[in-house]
Structures are given as structure tokens and as C-alpha cells.
């Protein structure tokens, strides 16, 4: 079958295309036949070698890209899954040889959920992986009180805002000026434009501070700074946490696969799209993430 794959770090062009045995599942695993792979922001740190620079992904001679798929099972193995069965899932071991940019993936079958209905497999592809981890990140904060998001308009902080506004909470968004629309409609009550003294702006807004913050534009310090003392930090990137300043708690969420977790919320946040590209383009989708600027994700069809 056909792979994208790297075997060594740089810009999109070091993206390989190769041509590797189909992977056999083992017990309690599955095979999928993709459909459709999103591009992530972990997809670029790993073709760039930062993330390997940053302790996360250990030395490897080859890695596979692509965490979130939707595809049909085509072998289910000993698992609860059937042949022909539509799914959605994710990949959450960093540095495996293949991952989902490739035309059959093998994943625990723990990490797999039936597609979401009415949703096409690059609609439903992209959701597992930003859904999961703005689920997993309010986990971790504790507060009923008012919660910042900062990349509010970006994959994980918009379902973040949706979640938390789903949870009751008070959310004060932070975004460009033009996507202020968008992150209301997700669910936020109170918006502050990206830019500098961002602590100021949003204290004007939460006088003496936001109760936690859900930092995915990985502001750190700046983004700190609005949080009250005593108050909750949920960093989304390897040396993205700052120090806990004021008894601010400081916490990472780390992206773990939940088949069960998914198939619940996949089917309450929309599915958002910037654009399809065939697999052997994924340089091309690489080099329009890194542009910046998307709303949604790209998305890989083999
Ligand atoms: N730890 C984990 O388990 C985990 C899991 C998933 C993702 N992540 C990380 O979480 C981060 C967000 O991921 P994502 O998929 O949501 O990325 P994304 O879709 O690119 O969204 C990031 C958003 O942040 C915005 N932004 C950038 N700089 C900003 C600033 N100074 N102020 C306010 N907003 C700003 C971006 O706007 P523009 O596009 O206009 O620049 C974009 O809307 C990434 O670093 C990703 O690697 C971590």
C-alpha cells in the first residue's frame, strides 16, 4: 500500500511517499481502509523534527504521519467491529512508522468509534483528534467560573468554547477581530481581539481575572496574566506552560485515544473543512498550514 511517510526532518518536501506492506491488526485490534486522514499542527511538528528536538518523540529511522482517519473496517479481528463498518479514530503513539496518511491504518480497536451519521469521511475525519483533546483539557480544569480560550477560532479552541458553553461555563474568547462572529456563534460570551497586553484587556472584561484558561494559541505568560491568582492554566504544547505565577495551577493536557469518548462527542461539534487534497499532495496541505490562516482542516483522501 501506499504511505506517506519521513526519514528525515525539514520543511514538506522531506514528506516521502513509499510503498509498504498492508499492517495486519493484532488481538483486540482493527484494520481500516481510509478514507480520509486530517492534517494537524502535531503532523508539521513532527515532519519539522520539533517535536523529536523537544523530548517527545524518541529516535526513529521512519514515522508515520497522521493521527486522525475515517474509513470503513476492513478487518475486524477479534473486536466488536464489523467488516464494512464506517469509523472514525485516532492515532495517539507519536512515533510509529505509519499513521493515517496511508491507505489502511491499524488502530486498538479501544480507539475507534462509529462515524458520526449524515457526516462524509472528510467531514467525520476531522473531528477525533481536536474533539478529544478540548474534552480532555476541560477535564482538567476544576473552576464553574469564567473560562478563557485563546485560539478560539483555531480546531481545538473552538470546540473548547462549544464544550464549555455546553458545560455552563462562561467563555471569553480570544480570536482575530474578523472571526469575533464565528466564536460567539460556538458559544462565547465575551470576546477580546488577539494583540498585545492581553492580561489588561481581558481583566477590563473579568475584573481581577479569568478563573482558567484554555491556552491552545500557546500565548503562555501572556496568557497567564489574565488568569486570577489562585486560578487554573491548561498548556496544549511541549514547552508551552509557563511558570505558575500567583498560584495559578499549571497543567498539560496530553491527547490520549477514547473510542467510547468520541463516539459521544462526534456527535455534537460540527465537522469543519478547509479543503480536501489527495494523499501524494500532503506537502502541499503541509505547506498551507504552515501559511497559517485555515479554518478548519485539511484534509487527506488517498
Ligand atoms: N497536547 C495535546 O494533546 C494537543 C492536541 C491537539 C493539539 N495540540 C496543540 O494545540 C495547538 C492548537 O491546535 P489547533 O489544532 O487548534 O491549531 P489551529 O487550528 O491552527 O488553531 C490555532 C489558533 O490559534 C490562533 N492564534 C495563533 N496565534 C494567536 C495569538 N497570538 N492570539 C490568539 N490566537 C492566536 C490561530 O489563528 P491564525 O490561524 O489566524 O494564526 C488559530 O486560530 C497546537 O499547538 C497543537 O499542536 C495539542
Known amino acids: 500500500m501506499r504511505a506517506m511517510v519521513v526519514r528525515r526532518f525539514g520543511g514538506p518536501e522531506v514528506l516521502e ?11 483486540g485490534q482493527v484494520r481500516i481502509r481510509v478514507a480520509a486522514a486530517a492534517v494537524n499542527p502535531v503532523d508539521a511538528a ?15 529511522e521512519v514515522l508515520g504521519l497522521g493521527w486522525d482517519v475515517a474509513g470503513r473496517i476492513d478487518d475486524a479481528g477479534d473486536t466488536r467491529f464489523g467488516v464494512g463498518d464506517a469509523v472514525i479514530g485516532l492515532r495517539d503513539r507519536i512515533a510509529l512508522p505509519l499513521g493515517a496518511y496511508a491507505e489502511y491504518l491499524v488502530l486498538d480497536a479501544s480507539a475507534v468509534a462509529p462515524a458520526p451519521p449524515g457526516l462524509s469521511p472528510v467531514e467525520a475525519a476531522t473531528l477525533p483528534l481536536n474533539a478529544l483533546t478540548a474534552a480532555q ?11 478563557l480560550v485563546t485560539g478560539a477560532a483555531g480546531a ?22 474578523a472571526d469575533e462572529a464565528l466564536v460567539r456563534q460556538f458559544g462565547a460570551g465575551e470576546f477580546v481581539p488577539r494583540g498585545p497586553a492581553l492580561g ?3 481583566r477590563a472584561v473579568v475584573p481581577g481575572g479569568v478563573d482558567a484558561v484554555l491556552d491552545t494559541a500557546l500565548l503562555g505568560l501572556d496568557a497567564l496574566d489574565a488568569v486570577r491568582g489562585g486560578g487554573e492554566f491548561v498548556a496544549f504544547a511541549a514547552g508551552a506552560a509557563p511558570l505558575p505565577l500567583r498560584g495559578v495551577r499549571v497543567r498539560h493536557v496530553w491527547i490520549r485515544a477514547d473510542g467510547e469518548r468520541l463516539a459521544e ?6 465537522a469543519r473543512v478547509a479543503g480536501v487534497l489527495p494523499l501524494a499532495e500532503a506537502a502541499a496541505a503541509h505547506e498551507r498550514l504552515a501559511a497559517g490562516g485555515l479554518r ?7
Open 265 to 270: 462527542l462526534a456527535g455534537r461539534l460540527p
Open 17 to 27: 511517499a513509499v510503498e509498504v506492506p498492508v499492517p495486519e491488526p493484532g488481538p
Open 46 to 60: 513532527t515532519r519539522s523534527g520539533a517535536l523529536s528536538e523537544a523530548g517527545v518523540i524518541p529516535p526513529r
Open 137 to 147: 483539557a476541560l477535564d482538567l480544569v476544576e473552576t464553574t467560573g469564567t473560562l
Open 156 to 177: 481545538v479552541g473552538g470546540y473548547a468554547v462549544a464544550l464549555a458553553h455546553a458545560r455552563k461555563l462562561p467563555v471569553v474568547a480570544v480570536a482575530s477581530e
Open 200 to 202: 489588561d484587556r481581558v
Open 296 to 302: 478548519g482542516r485539511l484534509v487527506l483522501t488517498p
